[in-house]
């Protein structure tokens, strides 16, 4: 199923990228325990590097990037409970050319999402987030609080994701529904990624997909308007979590040791 139910070898680091600033949360072991850090990726840093962002109390359920902001959307603490919903910004310093966290040092806390039903992904729309929870309807964040999206589909069986830097749906056969500009939701302009699909990459500056091949290995495809995804690497399955973003107009597969695989 495309973006979950993955096997052995593709489990998946927690993680987001709106082309120009990437995110993944990593576990750090310390003498107290695991902790949970979020690292970010800049394409302007010109390296192979991250910077600690935030250690975080919790693995995120989900998260989503865009314009230089990301999204957090915490498990719940107990049954019942609400999932708590923060953000932050990342800026330039201007005379180092080093980034920082806005507001520094902290995040900004939101109303908190339902905490009933499985997340089954998080979008942003015209700079706030969407959720989908099993069972319920789309959601967006406003002021007072999470309401029903209007004019949304419904999204029984499907996840939610970003495709070409909008929200979109995807489906267990790999067919997508994105989210168009004029508030409907439609084919995108690309052919779905089929049911080998493992997930649509993150901030790619064209529709790309993970997928699963024979002999073990995992391809990077471009997705087109016509025909099957066009592959344009391949790597063997890795023997650790990993995410696989597009950042900079290029595509990295991120690794918990601080290590990076080769980019296209």
Not at 100 to 105: A, I, L, M, T
Not at 172 to 183: E, F, H, L, M, Q
Not at 204 to 223: I, Y
């Amino acid at each position: 199923m495309c973006s979950s139910d993955l096997l052995a070898g593709d489990r998946t680091l927690v993680a987001a990228s709106d082309g120009q600033h990437a995110w993944i949360v990593v576990d750090r072991a310390r003498a107290s325990g695991i902790e949970h850090v979020l690292l970010h990726h800049a394409a302007a840093m010109g390296c192979d590097c991250a910077r600690e962002a935030f250690v975080l109390p919790q693995v995120p359920e989900a998260m989503a990037a865009k314009d230089a902001a990301l999204w957090l959307a915490m498990p719940p603490a107990a049954a019942g409970a609400r999932r708590d919903v923060y953000s932050l910004e990342v800026a330039r310093n201007p005379a180092t050319g080093s980034f920082f966290s806005v507001p520094e040092g902290r995040m900004v806390i939101h109303p908190s999402l339902p905490g009933e039903g499985d997340l089954l992904g998080l979008a942003v729309l015209d700079a706030v987030p969407v959720a989908l929870r099993s069972g319920a309807a789309l959601e967006v964040l406003r002021p007072s609080g999470w309401a029903p999206l209007p004019d949304a589909p419904a999204a029984m069986g499907m996840r939610l994701v970003m495709a070409d830097g909008a929200p979109a749906l995807v489906d267990a056969a790999g067919t997508v529904r994105i989210r168009r500009d004029a508030g409907t939701w439609g084919s995108p302009s690309f052919q779905g990624p089929g049911a080998s699909c493992l997930g649509l990459i993150d901030g790619t500056s064209r529709p790309a997909v993970l997928m699963r091949v024979d002999g073990g290995e995992r391809a990077l495809a471009f997705l087109r308007p016509d025909g099957p995804p066009l592959r344009f690497a391949s790597f063997p399955a890795p023997d650790r979590a990993s995410a696989v973003l597009g950042v900079g107009g290029r595509v990295g597969l991120f690794l918990p040791t601080g290590e990076r695989s080769e980019e296209h």
